[in-house]
């Protein structure tokens, strides 16, 4: 078994929340926008940059846009991809039911579709990181790192479920108000606003960029895969089969995050052997969205 990894990581004051110079923004997306047909499902992804592939995984009611703040960084080294899960985002729903052990064999079929035999890191975001573990259960040599970011999985199995659930209603249920409340430039521009569409998901969303936030909020109430994703969720429990993932493997959570509670990272960081525990003080649910600097940094140490 790999050793416990204690990351040294460069310190970054409470300051580097959010982004006020992103990247992002000044890329045209349309040029790195693929599409690609698989068993049952039709899969939309964005891809920037080459050498060895990082597959990027978003979580419930989100798409390949919560990786806005991460791709453009990753795609100066690595062949950098985020999909839209089948009934997500851009992807219509699948043949096949939604489940999470379907979602991982998917990402497998994903791979092989694109002649991606090893995978340099698989990260995922909440119910991202819940379908990584499964393909990587089910395929590790494919492989060679995992990243968990505030995953699903551990908090809907155990005693927490209900809280997890309550947290994501709660996430959808102040989308649809925000949509219902006007004009969405007049809410996104006024704090108020900002913290009932966002404050169940960010730790502090009206000090992230507007055009950020515009970015996240459609997926959720447009995707039609949501509500079976979170049947799927609820109750599948896979905690007795994380002992076997033997990769490295690095958990990164918010100190403050409400959907996901943060003893879910300490299930993790307990139960998969050797894994490193990375917890961001004042952040919740989107580390790589709400410290992009800090996560980005992270994945380059946990990378070399």
């Keep these: 078994m790999p050793e416990t990894l204690i990351g040294e990581p460069p310190i970054f004051p409470a300051s580097d929340y959010g982004n006020p110079d992103p990247e992002w923004l000044r890329v045209d997306w349309r040029q790195h926008l693929r599409r690609v047909e698989l068993p049952g499902a039709e899969v939309n992804y964005a891809e920037v940059g ?16 919560n990786w806005l703040e991460n791709l453009p960084h990753l795609g ?25 052990p379907a979602y991982g064999r998917l990402i497998h079929d994903f791979c092989e579709k694109l002649g991606i035999d090893r995978v340099a890191a698989l990260v995922g975001n909440s119910m991202g ?6 393909a990587t259960i089910e395929q590790p ?4 790192r995992l990243v968990l970011v505030s995953a699903a999985g551990i908090s809907f199995a155990g005693t927490q479920g209900r809280r997890a659930e309550a947290g994501l209603r709660t996430f959808e249920t102040a989308m649809a108000m925000s949509f219902l409340a006007g004009p969405r430039r007049v809410w996104l521009s006024r704090p108020r606003g900002r ?67 943060v003893e879910a990272a300490l299930g993790y960081h307990r139960l998969i052997p050797g894994s490193r525990l990375e917890v961001f003080e004042r952040t919740g649910h989107l580390p790589q969205l709400e410290r992009p600097a ?6 380059d140490d946990f990378l070399a």
């Excluded at 999909?83 to 999470?100: A, K």
């Excluded at 040599?141 to 060679?144: K, L, Q, T």
């Excluded at 800090?294 to 994945?299: D, E, G, H, V, Y």
């Design 50 to 65: 080459e050498g060895d592939p990082i597959l990027l995984v978003h979580g419930l009611g989100g798409c390949w846009r």
């Design 76 to 100: 100066r080294t690595h062949r950098a991809i985020a999909l839209d899960l089948p009934g997500f985002g851009h992807s219509p729903m699948p043949s096949w039911p939604i489940e999470m």
């Design 129 to 134: 990181g819940f379908v990584s573990t499964e």
């Design 141 to 144: 040599e494919r492989f060679e």
């Design 195 to 261: 913290q009932l569409a966002f404050g169940s998901i960010f730790r502090n969303p009206n000090r992230l960029r507007p055009e950020l936030l515009q970015e996240q909020m459609a997926p959720g109430l447009n995707s039609p895969g949501f509500s079976d994703a979170i049947r799927a969720l609820r109750g599948y429990d896979t905690r007795h089969r994380l002992p076997e993932i033997e990769i490295p493997t690095m958990v990164v959570w918010g100190l403050n995050d409400r959907l996901v509670p």
């Design 294 to 299: 800090r996560f980005n940094a992270l994945l």
